[in-house]
C-alpha cells in the first residue's frame, strides 16, 4: 500500500517523480504529493486528496521549478482519511524545512505523538507517519547531523514503514529506511533513483539494488550507501531488471486490465520458457537452491486473494502428479493459528507482488519452525524472493491493474511446473506420462491465444449483465477456484454480489439462493477421460435451470451435452483438464472486466482496493 519514488541527479525530478507516481499509483490512488528542493526558494512541497491526475492539475495552476532532487508518494490511507493534509509528503522542524515520506504503519505512533504533544508540537495531519518528521526534524535541530537524526528516529519506530527523507540542508541526499515494507534502488548514471519497486524507475535504469529487513540507504547523485539500523555497512546486491518499460504502459488499450488479460500468451509463454524442453522434460535449476526436497513429506501452499486461488490449482497438480500431500492456507489465516511444521515441510509461497505483509509473516513463521521455503514470484527485488530459499519467477511482466489477471495465468503455470519438476524428482508416475504432461503444458501459450481470440460472446453477455445484482459461479477439481477467482474478479470490479462455489456444495446450501434469472456462471470440466466430472456438474446445471437460473457454460469445444442445457455456451480449446484452469478463466476475466466497464467504473483502480498488500 503506498507507493515512493525518490531521485537524486541531474535529470528532470518532476518527471522522475510523475512519471513513477503514475507506474506506482496501483499500489494507492486515494492522494498523491511530491517534496523537491529547489535551490532558490528551498523546500517545495505540492499534495493532493485524489488520484494522481488531481495533483498534476494543482501543479499545472500552482508550478514548481524543476529541481535535482526530490521525493514522492501515492497514498492508500490507513491513519486519517484521504485528504489534502493526510497526504504526503509531512512537513518538519523550524521552517518546515523537512521533508518525509512512509509507506507501512507506524505502531507505536499514538505514544510518540504524545510525547510531540507535550514538547508542543503542532500536527497537521492524523497520519501515523506525521510522528517520523517531526522527531527526525527535531533530532537534527538538536544534532544537525540528517543522517544520525533519521537513524536514531528509525529506531524508535515500531511496525512496518519505508521512510523517504530530504531536508533543505541536504540539496545532494536521500535518506531512506526500511522494514517490513518494500524499497528498491535504481543506479543511474550520475542519478539514482528509489521506489516501491522496479516499476517507479525502469524507465531510466534497468540497474538495481535490493535493501533488505532494517536498512538504511544513503542516496547521493554519485554514490550510494547502504547500512544497517545499527551502523554496520551492507554490500550492494546488484540486480538487472528485465521488465521492459514500454510493459508498465497502456499500449493503446482502453485499460491496463484489457491490455493484461490480452498478455496472456506471452507472460504464459515466458513462464514456460527455458524451463520445459520440446520432449516435454522439466527442468527447474531453481530447485538447486533447495536440500534434501526428495525428503519433503508435505506441501503447504501459502498466499492471499488470486494467488491463493493459483495455489489451489496448483495443489491439485502436485497430489496427482508428485504423489505429495498438499494443503493451501491463506497466508493471515495460517500464520495465527500455530501450525504444526517441521524441517520436512516445504512451504510455497505465491506472490505476484512479493510484498504481501501476510505471505511475508508466514513465510518468516514457516522458517523459524525449520521449514524451507520455495516462492512463485512475479516482481524482482521483492522481499519474497530475498527471503525465500528458492524463488520461481513468473516472467508475466509488471501487472498494474489493481485486479491481478496475467500473474493469476502466470502464477498457475509455474505452479503445474513445480508440481512435474516434482514428480520427475519424486519418479511419482512413468516417464511417457511425465512428458507427455510436459507437451500439454507447452501447448498452453497458443491454446491461450486461442481464448483470446474468441472473446466477442463473452464481452457482449458482461455488458448484458451489467444490471446484474448478483453472479453466482460453480465449478468442481480445478474449476473450483477458477470459480471463485472469477466472483472475486466481478466483487473487485463491478462491486456486485458475486460468490464461487464448488459444484459439490450445491445441495448442501448455496442451492437456496436459485431464483428465476439468477445468473450462474459454470466451469465445466471436459467430458473426456474416466473419471471426468463432466455428468456430475451437468446434472447440476439441470439441478439450477430447474429452479430458473440464467446459466453460463465455460466449457470445452466439442462439448454436445452442455449446449443442450446451458442458456449459453463459451467454448475453450480442448486441453488437459489441469490447463483448462488458465485457458476457464480468461472468459470469467473479461466477463467482469466488460461488467464493470460497462457500468462506468474504473476497471484499473477500483475502489478501496491496493495491489500490493504491504501491511497487515
Ligand atoms: C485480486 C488480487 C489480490 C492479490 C492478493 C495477493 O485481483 O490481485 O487478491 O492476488 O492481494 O497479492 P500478491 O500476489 O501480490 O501477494
New binding site residues.
Given amino acids: 500500500m503506498c507507493g515512493i519514488v525518490g531521485y537524486v541527479g541531474p535529470g528532470s525530478t518532476l518527471d522522475v517523480l510523475l512519471g513513477g507516481l503514475k507506474r506506482l499509483e496501483y499500489r494507492g490512488y486515494d492522494s498523491a504529493g511530491i517534496s523537491v528542493i529547489d535551490p532558490d526558494l528551498g523546500l517545495q512541497t505540492r499534495k493532493r486528496a485524489g488520484k494522481l491526475q488531481v495533483l498534476v492539475d494543482y501543479l499545472n495552476e500552482s508550478p514548481l521549478e524543476d529541481a535535482h532532487i526530490g521525493i514522492g508518494h501515492t497514498r492508500w490511507a490507513t491513519h486519517g482519511a484521504p485528504t489534502d493534509g493526510n497526504a504526503h509528503p509531512h512537513l518538519g522542524g523550524d521552517g518546515l524545512k523537512l521533508s518525509l515520506i512512509h509507506n507501512g504503519i507506524i505502531e507505536n505512533f499514538s505514544e510518540l505523538k504524545a510525547e510531540l504533544l507535550a514538547q508542543g508540537v503542532n500536527f497537521s495531519s492524523e497520519t501515523d507517519s506525521e510522528v517520523a518528521a517531526h522527531l527526525v526534524a527535531r533530532a537534527y535541530d538538536e544534532t544537525k547531523d540528517l543522517k544520525a537524526a533519521f537513524v536514531s528516529v528509525v529506531n524508535r519506530l515500531h511496525g512496518a514503514f519505508t521512510l523517504l527523507c530530504i531536508h533543505e540542508d541536504y540539496q545532494d541526499l536521500i535518506l531512506a529506511a526500511r522494514r517490513n515494507s518494500p524499497l528498491v534502488i535504481g543506479l543511474g548514471d550520475n542519478e539514482n533513483f528509489l521506489g516501491s519497486d522496479v516499476a517507479a524507475f525502469v524507465e531510466h535504469t534497468k540497474r538495481a539494488v535490493s535493501v533488505g529487513q532494517d536498512q538504511i540507504v544513503e542516496l547521493r547523485s554519485d554514490s550510494v550507501k547502504i547500512s544497517t539500523f545499527h551502523g554496520e555497512s551492507v554490500e550492494l546486491d546488484e540486480f538487472t531488471v528485465d521488465w521492459d518499460a514500454t510493459s508498465a504502459s497502456k499500449g493503446g488499450w482502453p485499460s491496463f486490465m484489457a491490455k493484461e488479460i490480452a498478455d496472456q500468451p506471452q507472460a504464459v509463454g515466458d513462464t514456460l520458457m527455458g524451463r520445459l524442453d520440446s520432449d516435454g522434460r522439466v527442468k527447474l535449476d531453481e530447485f538447486a537452491g533447495l536440500e534434501k526436497l526428495s525428503e519433503v513429506t508435505r506441501i503447504i501452499i501459502t498466499?492471499?486473494?488470486?494467488?491463493a486461488y493459483a495455489g489451489e490449482v496448483a495443489k491439485y497438480a502436485i497430489e496427482k502428479w508428485a504423489k505429495i500431500p498438499v494443503s493451501v492456507e491463506l497466508a493471515h489465516e495460517f500464520r495465527y493459528r500455530d501450525p504444526v511444521i517441521d524441517e520436512n515441510t516445504l512451504i510455497l509461497a505465491i506472490?505476484?507482488?512479493g510484498e504481501?505483509m501476510d505471505?511475508l509473516m508466514a513465510i518468516r513463521y514457516a522458517k523459524e519452525q525449520g521449514a524451507k521455503v520455495l516462492s512463485i514470484c512475479n516482481t524482482q527485488g521483492a522481499t519474497l524472493a530475498r527471503e525465500s530459499d528458492a524463488t520461481i519467477y513468473t516472467h508475466a511482466g509488471p501487472e498494474v491493474a489493481v485486479?491481478?489477471t496475467k500473474?493469476f495465468t502466470a502464477q498457475i503455470t509455474a505452479g503445474l511446473l513445480v508440481a512435474l519438476s516434482l514428480g520427475w524428482l519424486r519418479k511419482a508416475l512413468p516417464e511417457a506420462q511425465l512428458t507427455d504432461l510436459g507437451k500439454e503444458l507447452l501447448k498452453l501459450p497458443r491454446q491461450v491465444k486461442n481464448v483470446l481470440e474468441s472473446l466477442d460472446r463473452m464481452r457482449n453477455l458482461g455488458r448484458e449483465y451489467s444490471h446484474a445484482k448478483s453472479v453466482l459461479f460453480l465449478g468442481r477439481n480445478v474449476g473450483y477456484p477458477i470459480a471463485m477467482e472469477g466472483a472475486?474478479k466481478l466483487k473487485?470490479l463491478a462491486y456486485i454480489h458475486a460468490e464461487g462455489f464448488a459444484a459439490g456444495e450445491l445441495k448442501h446450501g448455496p442451492i437456496a439462493l436459485i431464483e428465476a434469472g439468477q445468473p450462474v456462471i459454470v466451469v465445466v470440466p471436459s467430458p473426456k477421460g474416466e473419471d471426468s466430472l463432466h455428468p456430475k456438474v451437468i446434472s447440476n446445471i439441470q439441478e439450477i435451470k430447474a429452479r430458473g437460473a440464467k446459466v453460463i457454460a465455460i466449457a470445452e469445444a466439442g462439448d454436445q451435452l452442455v449446449a443442450q442445457f446451458a442458456d449459453e455456451v463459451f467454448s475453450i480449446p480442448a486441453s488437459h483438464p489441469m490447463m483448462a484452469a488458465v485457458l476457464s478463466v480468461i472468459p470469467l476475466q473479461t466477463f467482469a472486466l466488460e461488467l464493470a466497464s460497462a457500468k462506468g467504473l474504473d476497471v484499473d483502480q477500483p475502489r478501496n482496493l491496493a495491489?500490493?498488500?504491504t501491511v497487515e
Avoid: N, R
Fill in positions: 498466499a492471499c486473494g488470486t494467488a506472490s505476484q507482488s504481501t505471505t485486479a491481478s500473474a472475486l473487485e495491489k500490493s498488500v
